[in-house]
């Protein structure tokens, strides 16, 4: 290979998962560095058939690095990417730290590929909920041009990272064994139970999962005609985020036209067959790369209106797998480097 690729994070739940992508892929990297914090500097993760020492991410970390895949959290982010791209290294951040700077492109490769050109050393990686629901509807926006979009999400832990994973694991068992279970990571008890809270509160009551979901997608879709709305939950799943979309489009597409749009559009997979009990489930999704579109049908209390339920698995296309594309693109497009 010919780059040298840093993974800050790289003990995290995305971080191990961008290290398999890059693997499964093949990605043309000379060598990879495995950063993430003092806590687990000096312990090993897997790649390929090795194991990566980890080291400090520190100010100097980035000499001599093409290309620094971030998911460290925001301000881990916010501190660090500045001294990547000052040591010429091309940042990919999987945190909502950049999202929406006008400076920062924010790609979903089967979206919006074209935005990576105008990179000034950043490229943010949109949030998971965002990226399933936007591999999905930008097909059937090209043709039909959405109006509307009305989402509500089922997300699973892991989107929350390696310590909700633990939380749900640990809060079965307790329960299994009566006993009361410990709430740390989340507000409430995940285990057995839906949370419609994720983040915090901001305007308006909304949580800031949701203002992302609404703001990224009008970005990412260089539209901000398009009217979001959505509500997201938080619900007792280990691996893939699930959505319940309804759109509204100004021209009208049958279900069966909305089915075959789909069929032939990027990284998406139509998984749709109710007579046969075919329909997305986080257990469908995960490990997977596609999002899985089915329950496809008209909403019939309006004109032109379609229901979508769309599953993806969210440490993969909704983090890993999107952040790896985007590394994937700058190189198609002569763009690993940042304009002086
Ligand atoms: P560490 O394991 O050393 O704490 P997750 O999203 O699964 O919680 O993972 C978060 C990732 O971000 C981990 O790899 C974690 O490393 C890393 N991280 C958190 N804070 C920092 C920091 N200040 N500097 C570098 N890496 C960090
Ligand atoms: C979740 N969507 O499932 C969040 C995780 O802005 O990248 C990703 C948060 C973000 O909790």
């Not at 687990?40 to 290309?67: H, N, Q």
């Not at 949370?195 to 901001?202: A, K, R, Y």
């Not at 032939?264 to 749709?272: E, H, L, N, S």
Request: net charge negative.
């Amino acid at each position: 290979g010919e780059w040298v690729v840093a993974v800050a994070g790289a003990t995290g739940a995305v971080g191990r998962e961008m290290l398999k992508t890059l693997e499964q892929r093949q990605f043309p990297a000379k060598t990879i560095k495995a950063l993430a914090s003092s806590r687990s500097a000096g312990t090993t993760v897997p790649y390929a058939d090795t194991e990566l020492t980890v080291e400090e991410m520190t100010e100097d970390s980035f000499e001599g690095v093409d290309i620094a895949l971030f998911s460290a959290g925001g301000s881990t982010s916010k501190k660090f990417a500045p001294f990547a791209v000052k040591a010429g290294c091309v940042v990919i951040d999987n945190s909502s730290a950049w999202r929406m700077d006008p400076e920062v492109p924010l790609v979903v490769p089967e979206v919006n590929p074209q935005d990576v050109d105008w990179h000034n050393g950043i490229i943010a990686n949109p949030n998971c909920s965002t990226i399933q629901m936007v591999v999905a509807l930008k097909p059937l926006h090209d043709v039909a041009k959405i109006k509307r979009v009305i989402v509500s999400t089922y997300q699973a832990v892991s989107g929350t990272g390696q310590k909700a994973i633990a939380e749900l694991e640990t809060q079965v068992r307790q329960l299994f064994h009566m006993q009361d279970p410990d709430v740390k990571v989340y507000p409430h008890q995940i285990a057995f139970n839906c949370l419609p809270q994720i983040d915090v509160f901001t305007d308006g009551d909304y949580t800031f999962e949701e203002v992302k979901m609404i703001k990224e997608t009008n970005k990412i879709m260089g539209d901000d005609s398009i009217k979001v709305t959505a509500t997201t939950v938080r619900v007792p799943v280990f691996y893939g985020h699930s959505e319940s979309v309804n759109i509204e489009t100004e021209k009208k597409l049958t279900a069966k036209e909305a089915r075959a749009i789909l069929a032939q559009a990027p990284g998406v997979r139509v998984y749709d067959n109710p007579s046969e009990k075919i329909y997305p489930m986080p257990l469908v999704a995960a490990g997977e790369d596609e999002v899985f579109v089915g329950r496809i049908r008209e909403d019939q209390t309006i004109d032109n209106g379609l229901h979508l339920w769309i599953v993806a698995d969210n440490i993969r296309k909704g983090a890993a797998l999107n952040a790896v594309q985007i590394a994937e693109l700058l190189i198609e497009r002569d763009k690993v480097r940042v304009e002086k």
